[in-house]
């Protein structure tokens, strides 16, 4: 019964330490949480972390899209199986107050049911000409719903033209779930085309594109461990 007892707590140690591993090397950075809880608490204490709306790092393709932290990265994992498909950028102020830009020029679109969310179509990839891509905005509106995108693009708008830094709206803290709100944010992500004209599903990774070469910030979680993405020359 001893070697028994011996054998499984051994088989208990090594899954223990496998499930730290996984953790550690697969979920979300511990640093990179821990920045974005004290930035949602203290902004004014931080303001050396924040990007600015419609900056542009060197001669990125894309501007900012909206004024602060850019607290989560593509590839970013909160629980087993999920990964980030876009950035977070933390505003650090309620919702409807901080202003939400377009990043690049294209034909924007809200379908009739989205109350937090547009997305601009981009003909021409700048990084890649001739390929369609999709530029995604969404948490633009209140933890109940209220909608806080521009009166310029209410449900059902299609395909109207917007040049880069046209104002969108605002970030808000909808989660998708009436009064079960996230922290005050823009979710921005680079979805990519159906190869037919359409956007594909912006929720699974595999369907949008790494955005640091269109910002020239460090925005892909595996390569950025702890550097709080800033440009690193003047806009």
Not at 58 to 78: E, K, N, Q, V
Not at 123 to 134: A, C, R, T, Y
Request: glycine residues 8%; hydrophobic residues 40%.
């Amino acid at each position: 019964m001893k070697i028994v007892s011996k054998i499984l707590a051994a088989i208990l140690v090594a899954l223990l330490l496998l499930i730290c591993y996984y953790f550690i090397r697969y979920l979300l950075n511990p640093l990179r949480l821990l920045r974005v809880q004290e930035w949602i608490r203290h902004p004014e204490a931080h303001s050396d972390w924040a990007i600015r709306a419609k900056q542009r790092c060197s001669d990125a393709p894309f501007m900012m899209p909206t004024d602060g932290y850019i607290g989560f990265l593509w590839g970013d994992s909160f629980r087993p199986g999920h990964h980030h498909q876009g950035i977070d950028i933390f505003g650090g102020e309620k919702p409807g107050l901080t202003p939400v830009f377009a990043a690049y020029d294209g034909f924007l679109t809200r379908l009739p049911h989205w109350k937090s969310t547009v997305i601009i179509r981009i003909p021409s990839d700048p990084l890649n000409p001739g390929s369609q891509i999709w530029t995604y905005y969404t948490h633009l509106a209140d933890e109940a719903g209220g909608s806080v995108i521009s009166a310029e693009f209410p449900p059902g708008t299609s395909e109207v033209f917007v040049t880069s830094g046209t104002f969108l709206g605002y970030q808000g803290n909808y989660s998708g779930t009436s009064n079960h709100p996230v922290g005050v944010h823009l979710h921005f992500s680079i979805v990519l085309d159906d190869g037919e004209g359409h956007f594909l599903n912006e929720l699974e990774i595999k369907n949008t594109l790494d955005p640091s070469p269109y910002f020239k910030l460090e925005l892909n979680a595996k390569d950025n461990k702890n550097q709080i993405p800033l440009c690193q020359s003047p806009d």
